[in-house]
């Protein structure tokens, strides 16, 4: 039986949430027994999405990895049925990818990204994902800025909490979870074909 938002009383869990009717047009997250709604990203959002996963990809291809990308999956973890969160862009383990799950389980995640397009998005991600992606154990957190301008704060997860390793509005090699250059300014630039007249 389908579940309705304003039918639903007390803590949401993700039992609750895959209740809920199909919705193409929001984003679910729980934090805490809290049900948080989102729209879906806008463009510029989607496009950086699409130009991380992409350099996520190439550099996971360089090192000879097993490792997968992939863009606004559900994320869960097994200890707490109050915990559900959609990063951006994830990479997990190809075990993990090739069992083809509908839900990642934190401990296959290898790095979580979150796009900060707003005010909004960028107290969240600065804090409460923060918070509950350190305490659910993974290992490396990015968070990319589009406004005011566009920088990566890399986070690595140290006794339990994070530590910021690099922030950067220009180009900046990472040496983890591998190695990496990411330049922010170049993963919002579209390529333009001008025709020649």
Do not use: C
């Not at 993700?14 to 463009?43: A, C, M, T």
């Not at 049925?81 to 290898?110: R, S």
Request: glycine share 6%.
């Amino acid at each position: 039986m389908a579940l309705s938002l304003s039918g639903h009383h007390g803590k949401w869990t993700v039992d609750d949430v895959r209740k809920l009717p199909e919705d193409e047009f929001h984003r679910y997250e729980i934090d805490d027994g809290v049900l948080l709604v989102s729209p879906r990203p806008s463009s510029p959002h989607q496009f950086a999405a699409w130009t991380i996963t992409t350099l996520l990809d190439d550099a996971i291809g360089a090192a000879g990895l097993d490792l997968a990308v992939i863009q606004e999956v559900d994320t869960i973890t097994g200890q707490r049925g109050d915990w559900l969160k959609v990063p951006d862009v994830l990479v997990v383990t190809g075990d993990a990818f090739d069992a083809e799950p509908q839900e990642y389980d934190v401990a296959d995640v290898v790095l979580a990204v979150e796009i900060s397009a707003s005010k909004q998005s960028r107290n969240r991600d600065f804090g409460e994902k923060l918070h509950a992606y350190a305490e659910a154990g993974i290992k490396d957190y990015w968070i990319f800025e589009l406004q005011p301008e566009p920088k990566l704060t890399a986070f690595a997860l140290a006794g339990g909490s994070y530590k910021e390793i690099a922030v950067s509005s220009s180009l900046i090699h990472l040496t983890r979870p591998f190695p990496i250059d990411v330049d922010p300014p170049q993963l919002l630039k579209r390529r333009t074909n001008a025709r020649a007249k």
